[in-house]
């Protein structure tokens, strides 16, 4: 398939808007699918409000009437804004019954969430020396090996939890600035970015080193954002800060990219790649569109167009694009949580 540079605009019929009655960051779909429970979809949204006390809402989404709704009793405070939420991303392997969510901020969390309340499971702290914590910027948890969740702080670190036993792995010095992002890759295999500029992939049958596959090209200039192609191993997505660039890297050839998208207006602050293809990436930004993206098998002499474009009307910051529900990809903006079906 070529890369087509007709863009499609993706109508407000084909959206589902979610208002909240306080700014919005974090979120997350659930990974249950429809065959495994009765339940409607579910999603969790978290404030971004700038002190202490901030929410985190389960909502309950209705396919066949286009209805986004908060579920009575689904609401819990969550100290700080979460920096990211995510439910267990393997609940049927791991026979799960109920969604167990897990957030960031000062701490990482883990919450039971049943039908009629949440429950605190774990609040994990690495931190044995003093009551000060280094706050962590981000996490993923390990869809392969799900007992792991990889988070990364500010204070140059990563750490890798057993969240089944609620102790730390190992936690390595990951960066020479703080770490903005992480991502996994195989069971034992992950990347994370940083404010030093690069991306750097760590497997931990070997902890004492790193590859770094990709540096800013002006030194210093922070990476803040990366996703990591679960259909093709061999790509992953970096965003740098304040640049209207998608940096697209294939880890078998470090430090030249493949691809380099550079049609938002805008800085660029959220990438997700698209669960079931691994030529399909969308990005937001600080121009209020989303756009979806294509990558050619040759990237032509002009650079690489959207293949379709939604307006927000409002400053992008957050994109995930469901798993369980391919065809949704939800995106926050202001106060606002919208699903855009693709």
């Given at each position: ?48 409000i700038e002190e202490f006390n901030n929410r985190v809402d389960i909502l309950s989404f209705d396919e066949d009437t286009l209805t986004l ?274």
């Amino acid at each position: 398939m070529e890369n087509s540079s007709q863009e499609s605009h993706l109508r407000s019929e084909n959206s589902v808007t979610y208002d909240s009655s306080y700014p919005i960051y974090a979120m997350a779909f659930s990974s249950f699918t429809s065959s495994l429970t009765n339940r409607r979809r579910r999603l969790a949204v978290g404030s971004f409000i700038e002190e202490f006390n901030n929410r985190v809402d389960i909502l309950s989404f209705d396919e066949d009437t286009l209805t986004l709704k908060p579920v009575p009793n689904l609401s819990f405070e969550h100290p700080y804004p979460p920096t990211k939420l995510m439910f267990h991303p393997n609940p049927s392997a791991s026979l799960k019954t109920n969604d167990i969510l897990a957030s960031s901020g000062d701490y990482l969390r883990l919450w039971d969430v049943t039908d009629t309340c949440i429950e605190p499971l774990f609040t994990l702290s690495n931190n044995k020396t003093s009551e000060y914590c280094a706050p962590l910027t981000s996490f993923d948890w390990n869809e392969v090996e799900p007992r792991r969740i990889g988070t990364s702080s500010i204070d140059t670190t990563c750490t890798i939890w057993d969240v089944e036993k609620g102790v730390v792995e190992t936690q390595l010095i990951a960066h020479d600035k703080e770490v903005y992002d992480i991502a996994w890759g195989e069971a034992g295999v992950f990347a994370s970015v940083s404010a030093d500029g690069s991306v750097r992939i760590f497997d931990l049958r070997d902890k004492e080193h790193s590859t770094i596959i990709y540096e800013s090209p002006k030194p210093d200039t922070p990476l803040l954002r990366l996703a990591w192609n679960k259909q093709d191993l061999r790509y992953m997505a970096t965003i740098l800060m304040d640049s209207n660039k998608i940096v697209i890297l294939d880890i078998r050839s470090p430090a030249m990219p493949v691809a380099e998208l550079e049609r938002h207006q805008a800085s660029v602050n959220a990438i997700a790649w698209a669960p079931q293809s691994c030529r399909h990436i969308c990005s937001g930004g600080d121009d209020g569109q989303a756009l979806i993206w294509e990558l050619p098998t040759v990237a032509g002499p002009n650079g690489i167009d959207p293949m379709s474009v939604y307006s927000a009307g409002a400053e992008i910051n957050q994109i995930q694009w469901s798993a369980a529900q391919r065809d949704w990809i939800a995106i926050t903006f202001s106060n606002k949580l919208q699903l855009l079906k693709v």
